[in-house]
């Protein structure tokens, strides 16, 4: 037992925090607050993102991760993973998440490359296509938060935008999860992130799918813009492309070699690799520009273009995205 959870097992080890699989008890010693508040319902499956004990004695630690959470709950968004609750066991403190029945989007890429499915490693277009549409409309959300009392756009960044972070499920869920790096491009004056560095210069998130301004801290060609929401959509054209290709735009074999073939390597094109679609291409090559002035300016704008595309095929999005899931032939986490 954790807090009124019983705990069925470990679903993944993190960075900062064991993820649990758990199931609210009415029967337990101290009835969890959800449950009372009808958040979450007596049997019903949860995840447990508790931090390490040994981290939950550094405040900062504890900090940062109460923040991340108190974030989070500020979404009630289909496409962003629900937060339920905040609350600690004696030991150490934990979130109560709502569960995705299915795989992250890179461990659903590494299966299929085990599975060696045609054409490399990615999913079909329909696919990718369905998932970028439902992270774009993640981001427009996360774009568009603004100040609970003020009502001011408080310029919230992701800055973590990559397969990791996206859960997709059997019923055809899609959830950007993972808020632990975010930033508010106001500052600490917003009260959001407020134990967290909100300067730029400070690199955050995964290597492969960090814009040219997030690697060095500023943007390459317009020093004094903002890091702001155009890393994130350019974050998430590398994640599209991943998930049509099976892997990032650019590779190389350290994060150095890395980030030196994202600043000075011709952005790729989809025809580079056998993909033919004037569409997507377009829309890619814009995403992952190098200079943040001549990206797409919104997520609003990829989800037009991506939901034409998709009705334009007569594409269900949820059905395409559950199926797929559903025959790589994963246990259910329901079960």
């Known amino acids: 037992m954790l807090g009124g959870y019983r705990v069925l097992g470990r679903i993944a080890r993190g960075s900062t925090a064991d993820i649990l699989l758990a199931e609210a008890r009415l029967d337990s010693d101290a009835t969890p607050a959800a449950l009372v508040l009808g958040l979450v319902s007596a049997g019903r499956r949860v ?8 981290l939950a004695a550094d405040e900062d630690f504890v900090r940062m991760f109460v923040d991340e959470v ?7 968004h289909p496409h962003i993973l629900e937060v339920h609750d905040l609350d600690e066991d004696g030991e150490s403190f934990f979130a109560v998440l709502e569960l995705v029945d299915g795989p992250s989007l890179s461990a659903a890429l590494r299966l299929r490359a085990r599975a060696g499915d045609v054409r490399g490693l990615g999913f079909n277009t329909d696919v990718a296509v369905a998932v970028g549409v439902a992270v774009a409309s993640a981001l427009e959300a996360v774009h568009g938060l603004s100040d609970a009392t003020s009502g001011a756009p408080l310029g919230l960044v992701h800055r973590d935008v990559n397969p990791h972070n996206i859960l997709v499920g059997r019923d055809g869920a899609v959830k950007l999860a993972d808020f632990g790096v975010a930033r508010s491009v106001v500052g600490r004056s917003s009260g959001l992130l407020v134990t967290r560095e909100t300067t730029g210069g400070t690199r955050k998130g995964k290597a492969s ?13 317009h ?8 890393s994130d959509l350019y974050a998430l054209g590398a994640t599209l492309w991943c998930l049509l290709t099976g892997r990032p735009p650019f590779v190389a074999d350290s994060d150095v070699a890395l980030f030196d073939t994202v600043l000075t390597s011709p952005t790729p094109r989809l025809s580079d690799v056998g993909i033919t679609d ?3 291409e377009s829309m890619l090559t814009a995403l992952l520009h190098k200079d943040a002035r001549a990206r797409v300016a919104s ?3 990829v989800i037009v273009v991506l939901t034409d595309w998709l009705q334009a095929r007569n594409v269900d999005a949820t059905s395409t995205i559950a199926n797929t899931i559903v025959a790589m032939g994963l246990p259910s986490l329901l079960d």
């Open 47 to 54: 995840v447990l993102k508790r931090l390490y004990a040994h």
């Open 70 to 76: 108190q974030l989070m709950s500020r979404f009630k």
């Open 209 to 221: 799918y960090l814009s040219p301004e997030q690697i060095l801290g500023r943007h390459p060609m």
């Open 223 to 230: 020093p004094d813009d903002p890091i702001d929401h155009r």
């Open 278 to 280: 004037p569409v997507l």
């Open 299 to 301: 997520a609003t704008e």
